[in-house]
């Protein structure tokens, strides 16, 4: 038993260290990421949450509620509605900054930019870590909706986005002046609250069983708020926006690839 709680343990810290990787290339990058590249990556990050909300998340919820017949689309409505309302707050809420803006969001604050600019990427990755603490939860709890195997695989597909991430944070902030070291820290810690609401959700959800498709959809809600508030229309603005579109297509494919063939 012991063993299989190191295990769960280390597949939720891997968004973080994919997060981490990314935030390392502060170290070997001299430059900015190229505004196309960046385009590329944007969209990847928005194809592979997609893939992963429909996929990982949504199906799951929809067959956890077989048994409510007709009705069983209610847990997934209302968890996936509730999951956009909570992330619509928390955008309204907490203070941050967009890469490439130097409008802040969210109520007024005397934070610094690079500080709003941690949090704009730390807000984005609560409902990641929500989706992966769900997925095993559900295998916690016994349900036979996800495997280990599923589970696995979400969170590889979102270390995997998190990696540039990672890199789309960090350079920014040394071309801005602050030191490798520190732009380093302030990409990772951006990735720390990963676990942190992945190992929450699986309280939550091994306290209040019957919630468990609920807390599936919201967190698909929540991805699907980020790539369609923040990440595609920063991809698509300004020119080559098919950039964006086709990294989205690989990023869907990868997903959906690592969901099928080992979920």
């Not at 067959?63 to 999951?83: C, E, H, R």
């Not at 619509?88 to 969001?105: Q, T, W, Y």
């Not at 996800?146 to 589970?151: E, L």
Request: proline share 5%; net charge negative.
């Amino acid at each position: 038993m012991g063993y299989y709680k190191m295990d769960i343990l280390i597949v939720i810290l891997l968004p973080l260290i994919g997060t981490t990787l990314g935030a390392g290339c502060v170290f070997f990058l001299k430059n900015d990421i190229k505004p196309l590249v960046q385009k590329g990556l944007l969209g990847f990050a928005s194809g592979i949450m997609v893939a992963a909300a429909v996929w990982s998340l949504l199906i799951p919820a929809l067959t956890m509620s077989d048994d409510m017949g007709k009705l069983s689309f209610i847990p997934a409505v209302v968890g996936f509605g509730v999951g956009m309302l909570f992330l619509l707050v928390m955008d309204i809420i907490i203070p941050h900054l967009h890469i490439d803006s130097d409008k802040p969001e969210g109520l007024k604050s005397s934070l610094k930019n690079k500080t709003m600019l941690v949090l704009a990427v730390t807000l984005h990755n609560i409902p990641e870590g929500m989706a992966v603490g769900v997925t095993f939860a559900s295998l916690g709890l016994g349900r036979n909706d996800i495997t280990a195997a599923g589970a696995i695989a979400l969170s590889i597909g979102i270390a995997i986005q998190n990696f540039p991430e990672g890199a789309i944070i960090s350079l920014p902030l040394k071309s801005g002046g602050t030191s490798r070291k520190k732009a380093f820290l302030l990409g990772m810690i951006s990735g720390v609250v990963e676990p942190i609401a992945a190992l929450i959700t699986i309280l939550l959800a091994s306290i209040v069983v019957p919630i468990l498709p609920y807390l599936l959809s919201f967190a698909a809600g929540a991805m699907i708020y980020v790539v369609v508030e923040e990440l595609i229309p920063e991809a698509s603005e300004g020119e080559h926006s098919n950039i964006g579109t086709i990294g989205f297509a690989i990023g869907f494919m990868i997903m959906m690839v690592l969901d099928v063939a080992l979920g």
